[in-house]
């Protein structure tokens, strides 16, 4: 059991953000990721930023590969050095696990689009190319987290398009272009790849979630039949599942998950191996991420007792 952020944080501050960060999640600290310092500091990117041999650049609508380096391009590169030093500044050098989180291939691939104003999700040899791209800069920016900070690295993939991926409901470059879903064991062979630590759904889809060692799932969406089966199935397969849940009272959201699980039969030993939190957002940093450290000690303490 261990409570964390999922790395957005309010603020423009990478120093203050970082101190926050540590002082109350140093179990499982994560990169902060401040998107209020604008373009650039957003996920998409932030993870633009990272890959190897592609080019990303702001364009009309949204992200836009672009032929060579520009200048958005370069400044997104010397943010991210910056803000590692700045990070590595607060932290020093020997931190046992760091969590860095990137927008997953497909998301990516739904947000950025080619220089003809399509997707590159619809174009077969854009999306292996940039996914190749994603592969080798993720490793890179592993290694140098290492380099700086002599721990494991943990890996976070967000996908918060993957639904409309799946079911076809991205919408076209005009009404008249429909984009295709893509099959589900080819979402799952391409994450799978990654050899994630942790995937990231904004809805749960539980033939994906195994993709990663954990899924993370809001918990607010698991009150259907279907979601409360995937749930349960998913847990009894030996699999591990993170709970977002909205800040407030550690304690009674300690309740609410230990019924939950009574509701599905399962064992409140599934708390403390198999079940981490994490806040659904963070506007106040110190206290909402205080709230998962808290509500991770409570279900680690007293599963049994709530």
């Known amino acids: 059991m261990t409570g964390f952020g999922l790395g957005v944080l309010p603020g423009t501050s990478m120093q203050e953000a970082a101190e926050i960060v540590m002082g109350e999640s140093g179990v499982l600290p994560c990169l902060p990721q ?5 373009l650039g500091s957003d996920a998409v990117g932030r993870t633009a930023g990272l890959l190897e041999a592609v080019n990303v650049d702001r364009g009309p609508r949204s992200w836009q590969l672009t032929p060579r380096p520009q200048l958005l391009t370069r400044r997104t590169w010397d943010r991210m050095e910056r803000d590692l030093d700045e ?6 050098e020997s931190v046992p696990q760091v969590k860095t989180q990137i927008v997953g291939p497909f998301s990516l691939a739904a947000a950025v689009e080619l220089p003809n104003g399509h997707r590159v999700l619809t174009d077969p040899g854009a999306f292996r ?18 380099r700086r900070f ?16 799946l079911f076809g409901r991205l919408r076209g470059t005009t009404d008249f272009e429909t984009i295709r879903a893509v099959p589900r064991e080819v979402t799952f062979e391409i ?8 995937l990231r759904l904004e809805t749960p889809l539980w033939e994906i979630a195994t993709a990663a060692a954990t899924v993370l799932v809001d918990f607010a969406g698991l009150g259907s039949n279907e979601n409360l ?26 309740i609410e998950i230990a019924r939950h699980l009574d509701h599905l039969g399962l064992s409140r030993d599934y708390l403390t191996t198999d079940v981490d939190v994490f806040p659904t957002q ?8 205080a709230f998962a450290t808290r509500l991770a000690e409570i279900l680690e303490r007293d599963a049994g007792d709530l």
């Open 34 to 38: 401040l998107p209020q310092r604008g």
């Open 87 to 92: 990070i590595q500044e607060s932290w020093g």
């Open 129 to 146: 190319d940039l996914n190749e791209a994603l592969h080798l800069g993720l490793e890179e920016h592993v290694a140098e987290l290492k």
């Open 150 to 165: 002599h721990g494991e690295v943990k890996v976070q993939l967000d996908e918060p398009l993957l639904g409309r991926v």
């Open 191 to 198: 994450l799978a790849a990654y050899k994630a630590d942790f």
């Open 229 to 254: 089966e995937g749930l349960g199935t998913h847990l009894e397969a030996g699999r591990r599942v993170g709970l977002g849940l909205t800040p407030g009272d550690p304690r009674a959201s300690a």
């Open 282 to 289: 963070v506007r106040d940093a110190p206290r909402d991420l």
